[in-house]
């Protein structure tokens, strides 16, 4: 009788249980061989990935201090390292987790610092674990200024909306005089643009009338507008809200009138170059001759004239950065300082930005022609 050869131990038929058992044994070590090698590589070979961001400029632990240019800077940048890392550094800047922020502590002055210096010494990038491979700009210039304290300045009630003031009626704030903390620098553009002491003063928020009680002394809280003469200031921080104390006219008429909107800009544009280097281009959404309905008495609004009422809109340094779509702002009306007359409604909006010129090619060098000498 011939026998069956014997089985190996290890035998397993196809498709039992044993032979399945093996096939995912052998499948998880597989993977698991596979997944540390793709970390392995991960962590040994490094790429690299461009980043567009912007610094900001913190002078907050230097108390003292301002950063008198731009608190930010536009720069780009390539960092080396692994791709995990380069991903989620770029996720946290598109989501606006990771800034970069540089802290500013330098004695006051004109600085030239390398960007790429400032890079490497800011958290977001110490954190990351990346390399910084280059940066562009290479420097950048910040100017330093100190900021001091004026003490006791003024406080006064800023423009009356959607109501008048009664005749005869004094208005009142509560506290009446505040510190600010300003650079130095331009608290001495506001002396030069504001030479009478007596004027140098900070208005408080518009002071809205609508729907308020007339003929008797109300209480208004208001805000502090954070500039004096058109230049930045801020208040002592426990004086940065006042109670104005005043009583609105009972009887007003209404009238309404065409004006046109002019511009305002920073006196220093006029010197600087402003307008040769940028045009302003006004959006067609939005007019620029404009209705308001003015409030008042009616002796005032006879002696209105449509060319008496000053409506324009403020420009500032920061217009000048390039955008995408429209800048928008209030209009700004003024009246003679001898009515007491008021814009009713919300004010009017305009829609603008400005835009740099293009610059003309430069000239060709003109190459002199070699000229030729007569024999003798």
């Known amino acids: 009788m011939i026998k069956p050869p014997a089985q190996d131990s290890d035998y397993a038929p196809k498709f039992s249980r044993k032979w399945w058992l093996r096939g995912v044994y052998s499948f998880a070590w597989i993977a698991v061989i596979t997944a540390l090698i793709w970390v392995w590589a991960d962590l040994r070979f490094a790429d690299t990935m461009d980043f567009r961001a912007t610094i900001v ?30 991903d989620k550094f770029l996720d946290e800047l598109r989501n606006g987790q990771s800034q970069i922020v540089y802290e500013v502590d330098l004695a006051p002055g004109e600085h030239t610092l390398l960007v790429a210096d400032m890079l490497n010494k800011a958290k977001a990038l110490t954190k990351s674990g990346l390399s910084l491979v280059s940066a562009g700009p290479t420097s950048t210039v910040i100017k330093i200024d100190r900021r001091i304290w004026i003490k006791d300045v003024p406080i006064e009630p800023g ?48 002071l809205d009338l609508k729907d308020r009680p007339t003929g008797q002394e109300i209480t208004l809280p208001a805000g502090l507008i954070r500039q004096i003469a058109g230049l930045p200031v801020e208040p002592k921080s426990d004086k940065e809200k006042v109670n104005v104390f005043l009583t609105a006219a009972k009887r007003i008429n209404k009238k309404e009138f065409t004006v046109n909107i002019r511009i305002k800009c920073p006196p220093a544009w006029a010197e600087d170059g402003t307008w040769k280097d940028y045009d302003l281009v006004r959006s067609p959404l939005t007019e620029w001759r404009r209705k308001i309905e003015v409030a008042g008495t009616q002796q005032d609004l006879e002696k209105l004239k449509p060319e008496d009422i000053d409506a324009f809109v403020d420009l ?61």
């Open 57 to 86: 400029l913190d002078a907050s632990k230097a108390s003292d201090l301002l950063a008198s240019s731009s608190k930010t800077i536009d720069v780009t940048f390539k960092l080396e390292g692994s791709r995990a890392s380069l």
């Open 159 to 206: 423009e009356v909306i959607n109501g008048i003031l009664a005749e005869g009626k004094p208005v009142r704030i509560e506290p009446d005089k505040t510190d600010v903390l300003v650079a130095e620098q331009d608290w001495k553009k506001i002396c030069q643009l504001q030479p009478d002491v007596a004027k140098r003063v900070i208005q408080t928020t518009p």
């Open 316 to 376: 500032i340094d920061k217009d000048k950065d390039p955008v995408e779509s429209w800048l928008t702002r209030d209009v700004t009306v003024r009246f003679p300082s001898e009515l007491r007359l008021t814009v009713l409604g919300e004010p009017p909006k305009v829609m603008f930005k400005l835009v740099q010129t293009a610059k003309p090619p430069a000239a060709p060098a003109v190459v002199p022609t070699p000229q030729t000498l007569p024999e003798k």
